[in-house]
């Protein structure tokens, strides 16, 4: 068994959520345990403990780093876009397409919890960089919506994408015939837009 000294914080908590990471590419999080992660990179549990402060806080680290390969993959995609339509879309793309390669680390964004501890800042700032995304095209894409409009069609489509990434990740669109995911987001992007870039 390693001594706590044996590794720099860094270390320890680079060891600990690359484990973490592989883990989750085979396995759910449900599975997971902060006795089984501490087995994993050779430490005792109280160790963890005194890195993240709680396994609430190591399953956030967690989560945090899925954040930013998301935001990295997203910022990249938009690097190939001519028009905001475009790169809407690329977006809602880019978002099944990690959910299907990462499902399980894609599930724990969604169904970890903070369990009445407040979120911290330096993960409240991720989740405003992708939410701030998304409202950035939808505002250049109809400049002349307020700000409240545009908050709310962002969160419309969001949910949308979400669910059918849901649905498809977990196999329950229950059709007859194999559908696309990507063909159902370019049905609610073109119907929904289309509808609210006609009111007046």
């Not at 007859?176 to 006609?198: C, E, F, R």
Request: proline share 4%; glycine share 4%.
């Amino acid at each position: 068994m390693a001594r706590r000294n044996d590794h720099t914080r860094e270390e320890l908590v680079s060891m600990t959520l690359e484990q973490v990471k592989n883990f989750l590419d085979q396995q759910p999080h449900h599975e997971l345990s902060l006795r089984k992660i501490a087995a994993m990179i050779g430490y005792v549990p109280s160790t963890l403990v005194n890195v993240f402060g709680n396994y609430n806080l190591l399953l956030l680290h967690a989560v945090a780093q899925t954040l930013d390969e998301l935001f990295a993959e997203a910022a990249a995609e938009m690097q190939h876009v001519s028009a905001p339509e475009d790169a809407l879309r690329r977006l809602a793309y880019c978002y099944l397409d990690f959910a299907q390669r990462h499902p399980y680390r894609w599930q724990l964004i969604f169904q970890h919890t903070m369990n009445g501890e407040e979120l911290p800042e330096w993960q409240a700032e991720r989740i405003n960089s992708m939410t701030g995304m998304l409202e950035a095209l939808i505002r250049q894409i109809t400049p002349n919506k307020s700000d409240a409009a545009i908050l709310e069609v962002s969160r419309v489509l969001w949910a949308g994408v979400h669910g059918i990434t849901l649905l498809s990740v977990d196999d329950k669109l229950f059709t007859a015939i194999p559908v696309d995911g990507k063909a159902l987001i370019d049905n609610l992007i073109d119907t929904y837009l289309h509808a609210w870039q006609a009111e007046a």
